[in-house]
Structure formats: C-alpha cells, structure tokens
C-alpha cells in the first residue's frame, strides 16, 4: 500500500492579484516540499464533471461561476475571492482529484491521499463564492463517498485556522457526515460557535481563542474530538488540511508548531486504521506563510506515508 498524492498544474493557472495571500507560490512552495518523497504514488488531479459539482452546488451557480472568468486578466467575486482564465479549470481540479482520492482509498488501491490542489473549497457555500473558494471540495468528496461507495459514517476534520463555513453549510441537512472543525475566534468569517450544531447535531465547532498554543489545542482534541470519532466508528476520515494555525501565519494568531501537525495526523491515521482501514483522504485547504506551509505540508504527508506503508 501506498499514499496518492493528487495534483494538476492547471492549478498553477488560478492567478490572485499582486500581494494576494492565496498565491500559486503557495501550491508551488508544498510539492517543492514534497520532491523527495520518493514513495508518493503521483497522479493527476482529473477535472470534475458538473455531475460531481451538482453534489453541493445548483447548476445555476456553476453557470454563474463559468460566465464569471474572465478572458483575461483578474476579477473580483467578492473583496477576497478572484477569477483568472484558468481559474474554472482548476477549480474543477480540485473537486476532481478529492473525488478521484475517495475513490482510490475506497478500492484499496492506496491506503491514503493528499490532494493538493487550488482554489481551496471550505469556504464556499451552496450558491456563495467566498474566502479564496470556488467550490465545496471536501464537501462534495464526502457526498461522493456517500452516492457512489454507499457510506453511511464519513468524518471530516478541518483545522484549518479559519471556520470551514461552507462544509458546516453544504452538509447542514447531512446526517451521514460528521463535521468537526477547529478555528480560531474570534476571526474571519465569524461563523463557528459551538452552538451551531447541524439538523442532526452532526457539527462541532471548536472555536479556540487568539493564542492558543499546542498544549490547549491538543486537549481539545483529546477530550472533544477523538473521543467522539472513536465512538462513531467511521468508515472514511477525511481532512480538511490548512495549515495557517501556524504560529508564523500572517492572518491569524495561533501559536501552533509543525510538530503539531505531525500529532494530529497520527491521532487521525490510528483512529482510521482502527475503524475503517486506515482510509484518509486529506485536501489542502489555507496556509500564507510559503516557509511554514511547506514545513507543516511535509510532516503532514510524512505521516500519512508512514501509516500506509
């Protein structure tokens, strides 16, 4: 067994205006940091159909999002979120190579992925561009895994320093999904409190406070979240893998550490290769600052190496 590791260069060609955070240095800066990695099984990221799209999102809006690119140069969907040529191209990637990572885990031809590919997706809403997101990636690859593996227990974790809004909104009414995310709050896009809870009470929300360090992350956790993962017996976790909690990361001011990042994804990977044989399928979400990212994208897809070898 082996871990996939899911990219295009058609992500290369999202282009953000000069000094915009969500860069293409940034996907650049993690498969630099991800060269050595001899063992990684390397495939391409393939494009999404409108049928996977449809998941999450009405046709309408893919419409909308289509018309939106620009023939040239950059436009603004709102004062975060931008278009480029290219953009719907690699967006569409990036809802490609989750799915196909689903895929691949399911049948067992990997044990385990990590999809890098951008425009990240947990911002985007049902029919709402936003934060630096086009569509619903991790969303739609849970849906995937749902209607086409037939799962009725799937996870998802999002540490990503941000509330993963539009996961907690696409998968509301979802009550095969079990949605955790950890963020920092107050902070961009104010939504995640604890008592937002889903239909089903399937989402928590662990909003952790400016400062928060690797100790008070990681007894939250220990006493919220792994806890009930272990409880729920999943059959597939998936990551929503940002990495802008780092205590080097220009828009928050979190204070986590590489290491912390290593300690997450073993705690995840034993939880997987306890309940459902060691399947994860993790999706590059945020992460600013290109030095820390890359460092903190590394140990992540070390460990992911390791438990699947």
Known sequence: MTTAFYTHSDCLNHQTPTGHPEQVGRLQSVTEALQGFDALDRRDAPLAPDRLIGLCHPQSY?????????????????EDTFMSPGSLQAARRAVG??????????????????????????????????????????????????????????????FDVHHGNGTQ??????????????HQSPLWPGTGTESERGKFDQIVNLPLAPQTGSLEMRNTYVRQVFPMIEAYKPELILISAGFDAHRADPLAQLEWEVDDYTWITEHLCDLASRHCAGRVVSTLEGGYDLTALAASAAAHVQVLMEKGA
């Open 62 to 78: 893919i419409d909308r999002i289509a018309a939106a690119e620009p023939q040239q140069g950059c436009i603004a969907l709102d």
């Open 97 to 158: 190579g989750a799915c196909a990572a689903v895929d691949a885990v399911m049948t067992g031809e990997v044990a385990n992925a990590f999809v890098a590919c951008r425009p990240p997706g947990h911002h985007a809403e049902r029919e709402t561009p936003m934060g630096f997101c086009l569509f619903g990636n991790i969303a739609i690859a849970a849906k995937h895994a749902i209607m086409a593996h037939g799962l009725t227990r799937v996870v998802i974790v999002d």
């Open 169 to 182: 909104e696409l998968l509301w009414t979802e009550d095969k999904v079990l949605f955790f995310s950890s």
